[in-house]
């Protein structure tokens, strides 16, 4: 349900609204791609045009497509009926491209939307690669903070991204769809994390949930690169993505609060089901532990806890409850 409430958000009208949601300017959208790719590999440079409410996808305009920050042209292209330009790249040599993407000013009644950066970040196939997520994991909030708020980093996130960013490549896979990229790149930047693509879902990705999205993502990266790392994510689902292509699976918990017994009870549940190679932490001291260390944090104990805490709830419930038929004095 969330989901739909983050996709209806959308459909506000006015420019106003689309402008605070999704960090644009006016009431154009466009989308960037960035792209982790193999040297000799060709690939996609693609942008996306939507604009006005509902965000509905704007066929024929021009994209041009430059690298880096100077004038010279690399290629353009029109957008298409999805409202997609769509230009081949081949890097032949390991390193980070960046491309500058604008549109021509022809067509809009206004300014065209701001230039954006595309990040190709070319590897060799056998690359360390740690895969990342954003929402509750770097971002100390879930998604509805990052729609209409300022969310803070987790404490101690940007160190540990420094420092494993020394002898890996960063990859952020995050299910936010991606009408919030701009928003996802620059708070990255602001608070100082490693540079690294930025992977976001598309729509229907977005409404395939979560699990299915990242499973799917990661799958396709094994396909290219050998040496996946790391994951770190804080859905149960995440996880279990991370461990089934072979990564070393961290799961940072956000513990339940409230005093719903259900809420511990079901992720106890679900933490039991996680096989054992899985490091189930709750801060980003453990995860350097669990990383740099080899130190092993085994879900059991956090799944007892919770257990406890479930119990306990219960219990405190029952009593209430008894104390309320026998009547108070
Ligand atoms: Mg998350």
Not at 125 to 153: C, K, M, N, Y
Not at 300 to 325: F, H, V, Y
């Amino acid at each position: 349900m969330r989901q739909w409430l983050a996709l209806a958000f959308l459909a506000l009208p006015g420019c106003g609204a689309q402008a605070h949601l999704l960090g644009t300017r006016g009431t154009y959208l466009m989308t960037v791609y960035d792209v982790l790719s193999r040297p000799g590999e060709t690939v996609d440079l693609a942008a996306r045009l939507r604009g006005g409410d509902f965000l509905r996808d704007r066929p024929g305009y021009v994209v041009r497509f430059r690298r880096g920050a100077g004038p010279e042209l690399f290629k353009a292209a029109e957008t298409d009926e999805s409202g997609r330009a769509v230009v081949e790249f081949t890097p032949e040599m390991p390193g980070d491209y960046r491309f500058t993407i604008d549109l021509a000013a022809a067509g809009f009644a206004g300014s065209p939307p701001r230039p954006q950066e595309l990040h190709v970040a070319c590897r060799a196939a056998d690359e360390p690669i740690a895969v990342v997520d954003l929402d509750r994991t770097l971002v100390a909030s879930g998604f509805q903070a990052v729609l209409v708020g300022d969310p803070e980093p987790m404490p101690g996130s940007v160190a540990v991204m420094q420092r494993l960013e020394k002898d890996h490549t960063i990859a952020y896979l995050t299910h936010r769809p991606d009408f919030f990229g701009i928003k996802s790149r620059a708070w990255l930047a602001e608070h100082g994390y490693p540079p690294g693509p930025v992977l976001l879902s598309s729509v229907s990705g977005f409404l395939a949930g979560s699990g299915a999205y990242k499973t799917e993502a990661i799958a396709r990266l094994r396909e290219r690169f050998s040496a996946l790392r790391v994951g770190i994510g804080d859905k149960v689902s995440d996880a279990l993505a991370y461990h089934e292509n072979g990564l070393h699976s961290i799961l940072i918990l956000p513990m339940p609060t409230g005093d719903d017994p259900e809420d511990y009870a079901e992720l106890a549940l679900a933490l039991g089901r996680l096989p054992d190679a899985v490091d189930v932490v709750t801060n980003w001291d453990q995860v350097a532990r669990a990383i740099f260390d080899g130190e092993r944090f085994p879900a059991r104990p956090i799944e007892e806890r919770l257990e406890r805490r479930a119990r306990q709830l219960k219990l405190d419930t029952a009593g209430a409850t008894s104390r309320r038929q026998g009547g108070s004095p």
